[in-house]
């Protein structure tokens, strides 16, 4: 599915993360203390510093390592599976199926986003540490699920969900909470613990927190909360291909507030009554993967459904509770045909299902392939040419460079976001050479005419 991928060049962010490590390789206790404003993300940090210094700027195997993580998680979601839908073969479907499932596929292409891979990876070693730890009663799964939530907080914020994960899986299994018990109990207490230090850190160390495109705008919250929602179930299900609707649904209700507020109600209530009667057909094991499977996802999403806008990677680890619930649906799909139309005709309707659904998601994942390749070598190409036109007096003059028509990205790829002005500095290693970006030619040159 991915290994085409792996000589796709860095693009954007992957710049920044370089300069960053390159500036304070040789103090790695910062990346613990201090984060330069921006996320508290050490453990990503110091991946990035380890693999610059051993490889420097060898695509492949940073890729390579991203496809390692990748079907580490998905062995998690497979082993997981197991514990939580109790069938083996739907359990190994629920894996393919988060392989299939493209709509996270920033998380896997762009260099970036591994930080999301080892914190998913972390995320569900804790929580299956957790399982054996409450299968096993030994002490030291519970343990390593508590180191396992500290990992995932250092290689990023979402981390701080993993404790909640563990305390659904606790009270949608019957066996373990017994009847009159909290649905708090001291284990859960010890796990949530470890993010009130991390709080502190991130605050000490002068982290990012919330502004820009990762702020939370509380008169908008509902609204962005239920749009977001759609959003990540249509990207999920069917891939980029439904980011137009989703795009479409955003600006018609920042243009109709009170009609967008009417539709958010209605929703709620049919979602209600379909949850009613969905449920009342359902035996207990099976109500318990659906509540496991959604709110899963629900919770993976938690710190982003308030923002202003959906990202592929967000929808990482949210995909491993969605494949879970996806595997359910499938085989519930084959049981009602079968009762229907008898076995022979409900295994040839469900496999054409599988097929039709398959289909869908390669086709987009071939295009996916082609627009992180084109970015890749966009990237590339202006990184070789400024390497072409570079002069020794580049490294110690002050210069101004003045860019037109950056290209943001392409298609479902990410060229130049952010991270320009650390890919001219990769080239000079000048830190007096200033980079700007204009809307236009006339602008450039108006600013340039008297710098060199």
């Not at 404003?37 to 990035?48: N, Q, V």
């Not at 920033?106 to 299956?128: D, K, Q």
Request: proline residues 3%.
């Amino acid at each position: 599915l991915y290994f085409s991928a792996s000589n796709y060049y860095f693009t954007g962010d992957d710049f920044t993360w370089f300069r960053w490590v390159s500036d304070c390789c040789e103090n790695v206790v910062k990346y613990f203390t201090d984060a330069d404003g921006f996320f508290y993300r050490p453990g990503t940090k110091l991946y990035f510093s380890l693999m610059h210094s051993a490889l420097w700027l060898n695509q492949t195997m940073y890729h390579l390592v991203s496809f390692i993580l990748h079907f580490s998680v998905a062995a998690l979601v497979f082993l997981i599976s197991k514990r939580i839908l109790k069938n083996y073969f739907l359990s190994i479907a629920s894996a393919v199926l988060f392989l299939l499932l493209i709509g996270y596929h920033e998380a896997v292409f762009w260099i970036s986003s591994t930080g999301f891979l080892f914190n998913a990876m972390f995320a569900l070693l804790a929580l299956l540490f957790f399982i054996y730890y409450k299968e096993k009663r030994a002490r030291i799964y519970f343990i390593m699920s508590l180191i396992s939530i500290i990992l995932s907080l250092l290689f990023h914020e979402l981390g701080v969900i993993v404790p909640l994960l563990i305390i659904l899986y606790d009270i949608i299994d019957e066996k373990i909470i017994p009847r009159g018990a909290g649905i708090i109990s001291r284990p859960h207490l010890v796990l949530l613990f470890p993010i009130l230090p991390y709080l502190l850190l991130r605050f000490i160390a002068g982290s990012h927190w919330f502004s820009g495109d990762y702020s939370y705008n509380l008169l908008r919250l509902p609204f962005n909360i239920v749009g977001n929602t759609i959003g990540y179930l249509g990207l999920v299900l069917f891939g980029p291909a439904s980011l137009p609707f989703y795009q479409m649904l955003r600006n018609f209700s920042k243009e109709h507030v009170l009609f967008a507020m009417l539709a958010i109600i209605i929703a709620i209530f049919i979602v209600g009554v379909m949850y009613r009667m969905i449920f009342r057909k359902m035996i207990g094991e099976e109500r318990r993967i659906v509540v496991f499977g959604f709110l899963f996802f629900i919770i993976a999403l938690l710190p982003f459904l308030g923002l202003g806008n959906i990202a592929s990677r967000y929808s990482y680890l949210a995909t491993a509770g969605f494949a879970i619930l996806f595997a359910l649906v499938f085989k519930k799909i084959y049981s009602y045909l079968s009762n229907i139309n008898g076995r022979y005709i409900a295994l040839t309707s469900t496999i054409g299902i599988v097929i039709i659904f398959t289909t869908l998601q390669l086709f987009q994942l071939q295009k996916i392939h082609s627009d992180w390749r084109v970015a890749g070598e966009k990237s590339k190409r202006f990184i070789i040419s400024l390497e072409g036109m570079y002069i020794n007096e580049w490294k110690k003059e002050r210069m101004k460079f003045y860019f037109v028509n950056v290209p943001i990205r392409f298609g479902e790829a990410w060229v130049f976001p952010v991270g320009l002005s650390d890919a001219v500095w990769f080239v000079s290693r000048n830190e007096y050479i200033g980079v700007y970006q204009l809307s236009s030619l006339s602008q450039a040159l108006g600013a340039a005419k008297d710098a060199p």
